[in-house]
């Protein structure tokens, strides 16, 4: 174990930055796409449906959130945390994040899953289901809510492995699940006909098998980390460190289920196409950005480590790297959504107002992607270092703080063309925000690093 541990260090603080952190958003990147992928597969075989059925998709995204917004606080909490104390070679107190987290997440699912069928109708009509959508959403949200307790936990799971820097092994757990998804969506809508619900149950059984890959992993060894009961621990300090540091998360997804929410209700004023377009293009566009957001979770490990082990300049340098990489694929994304934007589309609607209404969302959501890399980068920055505040800050904008008082006004001035334009809007914003704490930091990470440099070498001539 020791070698192992050994080994680990070594690969995280002296690879090549740009080598680790592809090295290790590959697995996540892929990860990522064959979940939107899955995503996107439950919309187009629900689009089969009817209207109403793909809405319901769409408003049940926002119950999804939800759950995720606890895995991923207690998951990134503990793994920002973990990665920096192996950085600093604190095995036993890491062990002891990993386990308090796994057991934590487990209990808020299983909280989420009883209240959430207590009040499915209320809960449902919240979402943004109009009367017409709100069958299909209950349906399908009874499913997700049974899924919740194995969907937080493998946020948990699949966020300690990354960031420990095992992102393979966690790739393989939700991989997994997802092409199972996809199958089973197949077989339970077309060959045993069960509609919605066959959605619904192909997405919960496949959150149970990644839960238990991933479980799999820990249990075997696979992990420095743990899960074992001996390691939870009910320390007030060491839970609060792990809530302040995942708490940008929280907000992240938290805010991005009640946008969801609000962006369904102003959307309800226009029918049923506006909802289920805003859905379908939310779709496209989660898948796209996985891509910009798994190369970040490549570089969310090795600043995290890095920045513990006291090696500034690679945090830096890692830094730049990831968001000239990011640029660089929205901007391929972007010129290939404007050229193939309409068909796609066209595989999940085929009413002529939700086609009018996503093909012009998608082409102004196009121009904007290349914002994305910046605002994706200043809150993972800040949060794997343990800078909070800062990072919840920015966590906020665009999934919520610049997005629903966009959303509101322009809805108010210019109606259904400002719900178009709201998230484009949010976008730029948000970039134009988050772009100085950057360059500020990069200035502090630069200082650091000619003080790290002065030190080594009085340390060295005093040798």
């Known amino acids: 174990m020791e070698h192992t541990e050994e080994a680990q260090y070594q690969k995280m603080t002296a690879t090549p930055v740009s080598k680790l952190i592809l090295r290790l958003g590959l697995p996540t990147t892929i990860s990522m796409l064959v979940t939107n992928l899955y995503n996107m597969a439950d919309t187009w075989f629900v689009s089969s449906l009817g209207l109403s059925a793909t809405g319901a998709v769409g408003v049940v995204f926002g119950l999804m959130a939800i759950i995720q917004a606890f895995g991923f606080t207690f998951g990134h909490g503990a793994g920002s945390n973990i990665s920096r104390l192996l950085g600093a070679r604190n095995t036993e107190l890491a062990r002891k994040f990993s386990s308090t987290a796994f057991y934590l997440s487990l209990a808020a699912g299983g909280l989420i899953t009883v209240f959430g069928l207590l009040f499915l109708t209320p809960l449902c009509k919240l979402l943004g289901s109009s009367i017409s959508i709100l069958p299909y959403a209950k349906t399908y949200a009874v499913f997700i809510l049974l899924s919740a307790p194995a969907m937080a936990s493998s946020c948990v799971m699949n966020n300690i492995l990354r960031y420990e820097g095992r992102a393979s092994e966690a790739m393989v757990g939700l991989v997994s699940g997802s092409v199972l998804n996809i199958g089973g969506d197949a077989l339970f809508i077309f060959v045993l006909h069960m509609d919605i619900a066959g959605a619904g149950l192909s997405t919960m059984l496949s959150q149970y098998v990644s839960f238990a890959i991933l479980l799999w992993f820990f249990v ?69 950005y996985s891509v910009a957001l798994g190369i970040g979770q490549g570089f969310q490990p090795v600043s995290s480590f890095n920045y513990g082990a006291k090696k500034y300049g690679r945090v830096r340098k890692a830094l730049l790297f990831t968001l000239a990489f990011g640029t660089l694929t929205m901007l391929c994304f972007t010129a290939g959504g404007l050229l193939l934007g309409d068909p796609l589309v066209a595989l999940f609607l085929d009413d002529p107002q939700a086609l009018e209404i996503a093909r012009y969302v998608l082409r102004l959501q196009c121009f904007t992607m290349l914002t994305v890399p910046v605002c994706i980068c200043g809150n993972m920055l800040f949060q794997s270092i343990g800078l909070a505040g800062r990072a919840s800050f920015l966590a906020c904008l665009r999934s919520g703080m610049v997005f629903i008082p966009t959303l509101l006004l322009l809805a108010q001035l210019f109606h259904l063309r400002g719900i178009e334009w709201a998230q484009s809007v949010t976008d730029l914003l948000s970039m134009l925000t988050t772009l100085p704490f950057l360059i500020q930091f990069l200035h502090k990470l630069n200082a650091m690093t000619e003080k790290q440099t002065a030190d080594d070498s009085i340390d060295t001539r005093n040798l």
Not at 220 to 238: E, H, I, M, V, W
């Open 220 to 288: 075997r060894g696979k992990a420095q980390t743990s899960l074992a009961p001996r390691y939870f621990t009910r320390s007030a300090s060491l839970i609060w460190d792990m809530v302040k540091t995942g708490f940008p998360s929280m907000i992240r997804q938290g805010l991005t289920s009640v946008s969801t929410m609000v962006l369904n209700w102003q959307a309800m004023v226009y029918g049923d196409a506006a909802i289920a377009a805003m859905g379908v293009i939310s779709r496209i566009f989660n898948f796209l």
